[in-house]
């Protein structure tokens, strides 16, 4: 089932359920409304029979005629031809007629036994009756004399007109609730289709993107910025982005093609002086095995860098928990001094702090910056720490040539190495790794180097407050 579909059936079936309970509370007010003017006529009649009856009463017994003195309908039975009469009669307490009203005949209006037991106990009592498929109302009441029921006055009038009013308000409320809910499916499928719409442009051009593999569309929306506007936007966003990654996919691939290439050549070229009749020297079979061997470690170290650069772009988990600073730079540079011992690494570890921090990752990006470093300038190389702002600032500095300045916003891009100073081959993922394993513990990496005064990376990560 679509969505369309569920919203129209959702609007249709609150509307109709509104609509059910308007119409059963309108129907209901309006009967008893009508049914409380009936009885109400006939209490007052009802009333003035008692009161003329109480006063006829003597201490022997009526002392006044018995025919009411009361105006009587004179129309013919049956009584739907008087549906606005009022027909009366009187009963003794054994439920006998003994007194009725001209319009009623030879007939007697029916008391059923429970309103007969109510009438001697001094209740009034209304109930409705049927006469020939006819609804009357009839409203009884006992006449009391010193405090004794002595006789019922009884009166009813039809209730044809009130039923057949009720009847039809009823059938107008279906009929009306009906063509009113057809009408609200109808315009909530059209007005569901037009809210809808964006979501089924978004939809089209979804599919024509994978069908066409062009990340460069979008979803044309020109309609006001509700949530239909934020989803249209928020999806060109995550187009825009996807195009841009696709795009730094391709550069990725075509770099790591150029890297490979050079050493692979290598490698083939090789093999076929190895290969050749008659066969190279000793000598030059030993050069060509030892630039062999070079070419093979080269290809190690893309494919690790290749590999750790992966993980940090995935956003692996890492649990940052608070981490000295000071043994962990002496254990940082103790490693480093290991890649050179010929030369000196100044390590300022007397901070007494902790930063938030994976400790491992952490411990990878300052030997990412020693080692290259180390690399690309033949000076000391300076680590240390401060604290600024709730950061913990951890630095690499060196007294290199320096960055040219046009090449430092391109710094951490892959493949995009300093200008060797130095000695020892550079694959460019370095610095890209670094970054990537910062900005995953939530840190920030800058550089600051002018020409031939060397260069400071600098790794912000938050300080371990409490520890």
């Not at 009623?104 to 036994?113: H, I, M, R, V």
């Not at 059209?190 to 062009?214: F, K, S, W, Y």
């Not at 180390?374 to 007294?399: F, I, M, P, Y």
Request: hydrophobic content about 45%.
């Amino acid at each position: 089932m679509s969505i369309r579909l569920r919203l129209t059936l959702l609007y249709t079936v609150i509307l109709a359920l509104t609509l059910t309970a308007f119409g059963m509370a309108l129907y209901n007010v309006q009967a008893q409304s009508t049914y409380h003017r009936e009885m109400h006529a006939l209490a007052e009649w009802v009333k003035v029979v008692v009161a003329h009856r109480s006063r006829g009463y003597g201490p022997r017994g009526p002392q006044m005629p018995l025919v009411p003195p009361f105006p009587v309908e004179e129309s013919p039975w049956p009584r739907r031809a008087g549906a606005r009469a009022i027909y009366t009669q009187l009963l003794d307490l054994e439920g006998r007629v003994f007194i009725r009203s001209a319009n009623l005949e030879d007939f007697t209006l029916p008391l059923s036994s429970a309103g007969l037991f109510a009438l001697r106990q001094g209740k009034p009592w209304v109930e409705q009756i049927t006469i020939e498929n006819e609804r009357f109302l009839t409203y009884s009441m006992p006449v009391i004399i010193r405090g004794q029921v002595v006789e019922i006055v009884q009166v009813a009038r039809s209730i044809a007109d009130q039923e057949r009013y009720l009847s039809t308000l009823r059938r107008n409320l279906i009929v009306g609730g009906a063509v009113a809910v057809a009408f609200a499916f109808v315009s909530g499928w059209i007005m569901a289709g037009i809210v809808l719409r964006p979501i089924h442009r978004i939809t089209q051009t979804a599919r024509a993107i994978g069908e066409a593999r062009d990340l460069s569309r979008r979803v044309q929306y020109r309609g006001p910025n509700d949530e239909l506007g934020q989803l249209a936007t928020t999806f060109n966003t995550m187009l825009a982005q996807l195009e841009q990654a696709y795009k730094q996919q391709q550069q990725f691939v075509a770099d790591v093609s150029h890297e490979l290439r050079t050493p692979l050549t290598t490698l083939r070229g090789n093999l076929g002086l190895l290969r050749r009749e008659p066969p190279i020297s000793a000598e030059d079979r030993a050069e060509v095995l030892s630039d062999m061997e070079e070419e093979c470690e080269r290809l190690i170290r893309l494919v690790n860098n290749l590999l750790a650069l992966a993980r940090a772009e995935a956003r692996r988990s890492f649990q940052t928990r608070p981490v000295e600073v000071g043994p962990l730079l002496e254990e940082v540079c103790r490693q480093a001094n290991l890649l050179d011992p010929t030369r000196t690494i100044v390590c300022h570890s007397g901070v007494n702090v902790a930063v938030l921090a994976d400790r491992d990752a952490l411990k990878q990006v300052l030997l990412i910056l020693l080692d290259n470093a180390l690399k690309h300038t033949t000076d000391d190389v300076t680590v240390g720490a401060a604290v600024e702002r709730g950061q913990v600032l951890l630095s690499v500095a060196d007294r290199g040539p320096g960055i040219e300045a046009e090449r430092l916003p391109h710094l951490f891009e892959r493949f995009s190495p300093v200008k060797e100073g130095g000695c020892g081959p550079t694959t460019g993922l370095g610095l890209a790794i670094a970054k990537s394993l910062v900005e995953a513990q939530g840190g920030t990496i800058t550089v600051e180097s002018r020409l031939g005064e060397g260069s400071t990376f600098t790794v912000a990560l938050p300080l371990a407050v409490g520890e």
